[in-house]
């Protein structure tokens, strides 16, 4: 615990929360390495992705459904990981509170209009489903957050299993070869269409159920009851 403290002190050191456990190996390698910024910066790089996953969901190269799908599933899990990070570090802010969500529906949102460009119908009537009801949802938050009663529709176990089945499916989708480029060296990944479809349909279920859940617990004071 001293050790930890005396890092968290240290000109120059990283600045983690009381609670983070002591140092392992790396961070006693690096011992002025700026720690407490990395959740952040994970959080950062997630947006900085967007344009660079649509510029190469539209690029020519045969590679470009491997390179999109590989890029989304590498932001979904610094999405996981920046949060742990925060968490095992006990080290919070503000602005990462407020971005980190922010970056989530950015690169969900953009994956779901470029796959319904593609797909047409098949992507586009789930995609709906689900942008509707993350809009509905974050302006009930900010209304109930205006009244002091954001805990009440907190994200729970549900909207948990929708966020990873919704970046699973999206991956799985990213990663299906576009028209024209189809060949042996692709066939695995021209098969994961079925069971990318099969995830988003349901996805879009747990969107719509998870979503019932906030609207109820938020019911007494939409109604006027409270």
Known sequence: EAEAE??????GGSKLGPGAPPPGPLRRALPSF????VPNVLTYLRCFAIPLLVGLFYTTSEWGHVQTGSIFAVASFTDWLDGY????????????AFLDPVADKLMVSTALILLAGRHGPAVA?????????EIAVSALREWMAQRG?????????QGKVKTAATMVALTLLLLVPVPGVEGAKFAALAGLQQPGMALLYLSALVTVTSGSVYFRAAAPVLMGDE
Not at 6 to 11: C, D, L, S, V
Not at 34 to 37: M, S
């Open 6 to 11: 005396a890092e968290a002190e240290a000109p």
């Open 34 to 37: 700026p720690w407490h910024r």
């Open 85 to 96: 990070l925060a968490r095992r570090w006990d080290i919070t802010s503000a602005f990462g």
């Open 125 to 133: 009537v789930p995609a709906s489903v689900i942008l509707a009801r």
């Open 149 to 157: 009663l954001r805990d009440s529709v907190k994200v729970g176990f």
